[in-house]
């Protein structure tokens, strides 16, 4: 018989996010209980890879004023000013809080925290730790964690479906990738943190279980996503692999050049002003994007490339500072950057859209919330600052934590017989799949035709055509996805089964995408379309849901909040 | 990349639906000069044999998921350039650990490990938030900043000559997350976990093989850490004999 377990609040995802409300819930209410679920070991979160910093307001130069507009203007209008607001207010107390927890911020001499300077970012207020900033936060979570008892983790836990009755979540189904078995995890509220969806396109710095789960899972049970067409491109990925050289590089005094020795960015038409290299991510990755296509870039094996230049430094601040950029440079490019310029080009790097939520994480279903990069808050709007992200995992998860923990009081537990029901209803579909399916269509094919449709469709630059194309065909391949083989019939650690689930998930996702970008005909923040080459307050300063509605995408707007600060021309 | 022609991967597989006792299965892979061992298991998986089994995530060294055994030697496979080896190149779990199926071990024994030291901030009075941030020097921090960088691969237990033997040695990883925090000045409970390293399968049990250092790809030096630890162990364990325990040293 198929296993029911109780707990007050299921978190899916065990990154900064869902660890840190994690540690909310059980903080705020001595009694209740957490199950922590994820697929991989949270220490394998890809919060781990996140390298240059997070951002609150510490030094005496600058205020919540100032991280508020620069984290508005980023965000090209589009964020929510509330939102943004208590993120900024929040943030030096998050930060602070992992301090108090052992997190091995850098330090000035006399011991306060140092901050760098990032882009888009008025004065220096990220926080770092050297250049393994999500690293050192993961695990000074995932540690901090270990300290109660009420967390109860569920590693390497594969959840497939939310349990819905009644019209409100009352928990998941979730595979056991070790047993191949799927149990019914009951709570009165569910949080999904489960990050972002990098791995629909082929080139991206972000990790392989980054499969838009927890978008998916929500998508499908009538949730709507937001703002899913503004995708991040970060402008410095090593060619071939896409591993970030992170934005601290540049906020210590890195350089960009093209092959004729010129700083492009020194071009006015690029709009980064006297910022230069430390403008936003999505002008800076339209200049790199531009001077490659006039052919101003590098010839290399992965194809064009320019230069960031770190060698004026000294070996001594890259030591200190940058090590992590030594070690992955010196590893995968065989450039030394104490000597040598590294090759970079735009990668993809981060999805601002997300779990349509308030300010809150509640999202529209009754015990369902969301928080980190699978949610969206309206916080970053149409371009995210670097830096803001990982306090966004922090501030976010612990407030959907405390909200859901106030739901959960209020509602009766779910009902054993719904989730035992719609958990052998998903053992049994997941049978079906698990070396059974004799098709024609080859999963690594498959999923490698959808990362080449998003990285034409959805490029730097779009248009309309091209996102139109890149519809039909993930039309097409979601009906060729039907057909896919699957041989592996082991129901122990079965990869190929669970990179099927993923990619089903990563399909919806990139439709959702792609429909988002087709409906807004203007270009903002990260969403560039050279056929829209101008942002149109008038008619596009929304957000865009899509909803699955009757089996089928809806596209929807939804409204901004704005405050004090008036939408304005985006110069810097 | 140019392409490197051909090696011969050899796999230690493992399906316990099906197998008894593990088998080996070669695959024959065009690699290219810039792969590692992993783009090579990630060609067999996505070109040759779905069935294969195996962890990663991040392939820049730093998520820890994909330590195994290669020519014998731990390895994360994600940082380990295949243009090194020869012809042949042998893949097998890590050392030391049950194997779940083909290349996946058991983590469950390690992470307990790790939760034994209390790898927390240990203080007698907690900080509010309201007080800020506690001041560390950037001494203070490079103090015990070199044991904080172990991303939990569990290659040292894969090399150390007694994780092999002791089933309850804590082991390399576990004692430098403990002796770190330790040297955080921040941090007041080193007594505590003290008494836990000399305990039966602490500190003690380790016999200076210094392998677990050699192995370690993010140059954490475990082996310096235990060294230091035995020797803390011991001067805590003597401060004992003179002051009451709790009383202040």
């Known amino acids: 018989m198929t296993e029911v377990l109780r707990h007050d609040i299921v978190i899916v995802g065990g990154g900064a996010a869902g660890l840190r409300a994690a540690i909310a819930a059980v903080e705020a209410d001595p009694d209740v209980s957490v199950a922590l679920v994820s697929k991989v070991y949270p220490m394998r979160s890809h919060t781990v890879s996140a390298e240059g910093g997070a951002a609150a307001v510490d030094r005496d130069d600058d205020s919540f004023e100032l991280h508020g507009y620069d984290t508005v203007k980023g965000s090209d209008f589009l964020g929510d000013q509330d939102v943004i607001q208590y993120f900024v207010q929040e943030a030096p107390k998050e930060l602070t809080r992992l301090e108090h927890w052992g997190c091995p911020w850098s330090r000035n001499e006399d011991g306060s925290i140092a901050t760098r300077a990032f882009g888009g970012m008025t004065t220096k207020r990220t926080w770092f730790a050297a250049d393994k900033v999500g690293f050192h936060m993961l695990h000074t979570l995932f540690q901090h964690s270990m300290r109660f008892d009420r967390i109860v983790r569920y590693d390497e836990q594969f959840v497939t479906k939310l349990i819905v009755d009644g019209g409100a979540v009352r928990g998941v189904s979730a595979l056991d990738i070790r047993e191949g078995v799927s149990r019914a ?201 670097g830096s803001n992200s990982l306090t966004e995992c922090l501030v976010f998860g612990a407030r959907a934590a405390i909200h859901a923990l106030c739901f959960a009081k209020g509602v009766e537990a779910g009902s054993e017989s719904v989730a035992r029901q719609q958990t052998e209803e998903e053992a049994a579909r997941i049978a079906s799949l698990r070396g059974q399916r004799k098709g024609g269509e080859s999963l690594a094919r498959t999923r490698s035709q959808m990362q080449e449709v998003m990285e034409e469709g959805l490029g730097v630059y779009r248009n309309q055509d091209g996102m139109r194309v890149a519809v039909e065909k993930l039309a097409q391949i979601k009906e060729r996805a039907a057909d896919i083989r699957l041989e592996d019939t082991s129901t122990v650690f079965n990869t190929e089964l669970t990179a099927y689930l993923e990619l089903v998930n990563m399909l919806d996702v990139a439709e959702v995408a792609a429909l988002s970008g087709l409906a807004r005909r203007e270009s903002r923040g990260a969403h560039a379309c050279s056929d829209f080459p101008e942002r149109n307050d008038r008619e596009y300063l929304h957000h865009s849901l899509v909803r699955f509605d009757d089996r089928r995408p809806r596209v929807e707007k939804k409204a901004v909040t704005l405050g004090r600060w008036e939408p304005e021309a985006r110069k810097y | 990349m140019g392409s490197n022609g051909k090696k011969t991967i050899v796999v230690t597989r493992f399906d316990p639906d099906r197998d008894e006792v593990p088998r080996t299965q070669s695959y024959e892979v065009p690699v290219q000069s810039d792969w590692q061992v992993l783009d090579a298991l990630n060609f067999i998986k996505d070109e040759i044999d779905p069935s294969l089994s195996y962890r990663w995530s991040c392939r820049m060294a730093v998520c820890g998921s994909c330590g195994m055994m290669v020519n014998g030697e731990a390895k994360l496979s994600c940082k380990d350039p295949l243009s090194k080896y020869g012809d042949t190149v042998e893949v097998t779990p890590l050392a030391n650990f049950p194997v779940i199926r083909d290349l996946v071990v058991e983590t469950e024994g390690f992470l307990e490990r790790v939760q034994r030291v209390k790898p927390w901030i240990i203080r007698a009075k907690e900080k509010a938030v309201e007080e800020g941030p506690v ?76 392998e677990c250092s050699e192995v370690c790809p993010k140059n954490v030096d475990p082996a310096a850490a235990v060294n230091q630890a035995k020797v803390g162990a011991v001067l805590d364990w003597a401060k004992g004999l003179i002051l009451p325990r709790g009383g202040e040293g």
């Open chain 1, 185 to 385: 995890i009951l709570g009165r509220a569910v949080i999904l943190a489960t990050g972002g969806a990098g791995i629909c396109f082929p080139f991206t710095t972000n990790g392989n279980i980054k499969t838009g789960d927890g978008m998916a899972l929500a998508y499908r049970a009538g949730v709507p996503l937001k703002d899913m067409e503004f995708v991040q491109y970060h402008p410095t990925g090593l060619p071939g692999t896409g591993i970030l050289v992170t934005e601290a590089t540049r906020g210590e005094g890195g350089r960009l050049f093209n092959r004729k020795g010129e700083r492009f960015l020194e071009n006015a038409a690029y709009g980064v002003g006297s910022k230069l290299e430390l403008g936003p991510r999505d002008m800076i990755s339209r200049a790199v994007d531009q001077e490659i296509r006039a052919g101003n870039g590098f010839e290399g094996p992965h194809g064009q490339y320019l230069h960031l230049d770190l060698t004026h430094l000294g070996r001594k601040l890259l030591e200190t500072r940058l090590p992590f950029v030594l070690e992955l440079c010196r590893t995968y490019v065989g450039v030394d950057p104490v000597t040598q310029p590294i090759p970079i080009r735009p990668v993809v790097h981060y999805m601002m859209g997300g779990i349509d939520t308030d300010i809150d994480g509640a999202t529209e279903m009754p015990g369902l919330y969301a928080a980190g990069e699978c949610g969206n808050h309206s916080l970053n709007g149409a371009n995210r600052l």
């Open chain 2, 135 to 210: 001041r560390q020097s950037p001494r203070e921090l490079a103090d015990f900043s070199q044991f904080s960088m172990c991303i939990n691969c569990m290659l040292c237990y894969s090399a150390c000559p007694v994780v092999g033997n002791e089933p309850h040695f804590l082991g390399p990883a576990a004692i430098a997350l403990g002796h770190r925090y330790n040297l955080d000045s921040r941090d007041e409970g080193a007594d505590e976990r003290y008494q836990i390293f000399r305990e039966e399968g602490g500190v003690y049990a380790c016999t200076y093989a210094n």
